[in-house]
C-alpha cells in the first residue's frame, strides 16, 4: 500500500472525518503526526488525540499546516467554518497550493468554491464517502472541481480507493449515490439488527445472532461482487421451491421490502437536494 508525506488536515472531526483518518493511519497509508484536526470543542476530539493526531480549535491551523484538507463540519455549517479559516489564515497561505476534498452532503461545487473563494484558485473536490472507511470498505464518489490537475486526482483516488472503492462521477449523480452508499450503511445496520431480532426471537443469544446476521451480509455482499450474478439469480439459489426461505420472501414482499428501499434512497436523495438549498 502506498504511502502519503502529505499533511492531511480535517475542519471538523466527527464521525465521517474519524472513518476517513482511522482508516489512513489503520492501514498504515499516514501517520498520526501527518493528521491535524480542528472543531469547536477540543474534549470531542480526544479519540483523535489518543489517536496521536494534532488537534486544535483553530481551523485556520489546520488549513496552514496541511497540503490535503478534508472539510467535514455539517452542510449548514461550511459558511462559519470558511469564514473561521479566513479570519485566522496569513494571506500567503491563500495563495499556497492545498487540495480541499468536501465530504458535505448536498453541496454543489459552485457553493463549496463561493464559500472559500478567499483562497486563490481554489482546488477543491466534492466527495460523498461512507463511514466503512473506517474499515477499509468504504464506497466514495467524487467529482473534481475546476483547478484540480490530473495529479491532485491521482493522489485523491488513491486516498480514497485504499480505503474500499473510489470512483469520479458527474456531479449531478453525487446526490444519488449519497442517498444508496452514503446512508446505506445506516439501512444494512438496521437490516442486521432485525435479522439477528428474529434470530434473538428464536431463542439465538443475541451476540451470535448479531455476528451470524452481519456474517451473513458480509458473505452476500461478496458473492455479489466476486459472482459479478444479478442478485436475482443468486436469491433464487437460496430459494428451493418449496422451501423455507421462499416462505420468508414471501413475507418480506408483503410489507414491500424493495418498495421501501426504493422510496427511503428517493426520499434521502430529495434531502440531500435540500441539503444544498440552505440559506447563508
Ligand atoms: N456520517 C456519515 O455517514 C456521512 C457520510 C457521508 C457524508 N457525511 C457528511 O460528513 C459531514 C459530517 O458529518 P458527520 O456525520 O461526521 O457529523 P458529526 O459527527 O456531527 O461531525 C461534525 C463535526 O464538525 C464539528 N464542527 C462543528 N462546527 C465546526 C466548525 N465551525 N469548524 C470545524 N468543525 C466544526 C463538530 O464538532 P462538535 O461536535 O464539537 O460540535 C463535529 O465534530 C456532513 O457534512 C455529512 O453530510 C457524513
Redesign the pocket.
Known amino acids: 500500500m502506498a504511502k502519503l508525506d502529505e499533511r492531511i488536515g480535517f475542519?471538523?472531526?466527527?464521525?465521517?472525518?474519524?472513518?476517513i483518518g482511522y482508516g489512513l493511519i489503520n492501514r498504515g497509508i499516514i501517520k498520526p503526526a501527518q493528521v491535524v484536526v480542528?472543531?469547536?470543542?477540543l474534549s470531542?476530539?480526544e479519540r483523535w488525540r489518543l489517536l496521536g493526531a494534532n488537534i486544535t480549535e483553530d481551523?485556520g491551523v489546520t488549513v496552514t499546516k496541511c497540503d490535503i484538507i478534508f472539510i467535514?463540519?455539517?452542510?449548514h455549517?461550511l459558511h462559519?467554518?470558511a469564514s473561521?479559516v479566513e479570519g485566522s489564515i496569513d494571506r500567503v497561505v491563500c495563495d499556497k497550493d492545498k487540495l480541499f476534498v468536501s465530504?458535505?452532503?448536498?453541496?454543489s461545487l459552485d457553493q463549496l468554491e463561493l464559500a472559500f473563494s478567499f483562497m486563490n484558485n481554489l482546488k477543491i473536490i466534492r466527495s460523498?464517502?461512507?463511514?466503512p472507511m473506517q474499515v477499509g470498505e468504504g464506497c466514495t464518489v467524487y467529482t473534481p472541481g475546476r483547478y484540480v490537475t490530473t495529479q491532485d486526482l491521482e493522489k485523491t483516488h488513491l486516498i480514497l480507493n485504499s480505503l474500499g472503492i473510489a470512483q469520479q462521477v458527474p456531479e449531478k449523480w453525487i446526490n444519488a449515490v449519497?442517498a444508496m452508499a452514503?446512508?446505506g450503511?445506516?439501512y444494512v445496520f438496521t437490516v442486521i439488527e432485525a435479522m439477528a431480532d428474529g434470530a434473538v426471537k428464536q431463542g439465538i443469544p443475541r451476540q451470535m445472532a448479531l455476528q451470524f446476521a452481519a456474517q451473513t451480509v458480509l458473505g452476500s455482499a461478496k458473492t455479489v461482487i466476486q459472482t459479478e450474478k444479478h442478485p436475482a439469480v443468486l436469491r433464487d439459489e437460496v430459494c428451493s421451491p418449496g422451501g423455507s426461505t421462499i416462505v420468508g420472501m414471501h413475507e418480506l414482499e408483503k410489507i414491500g421490502i424493495r418498495n421501501a428501499f426504493i422510496n427511503a434512497i428517493e426520499k434521502a436523495a430529495e434531502r440531500n437536494q435540500e441539503?444544498g438549498n440552505f440559506k447563508k
Open positions: 475542519l471538523g472531526g466527527g464521525n465521517m472525518a474519524f472513518a480542528s472543531g469547536p470543542n470531542n476530539l481551523n467535514c463540519v455539517k452542510p455549517l462559519t467554518c473561521q465530504v458535505l452532503a448536498g453541496i460523498m464517502p461512507n463511514t449519497a452514503g446512508s450503511p445506516a441539503l
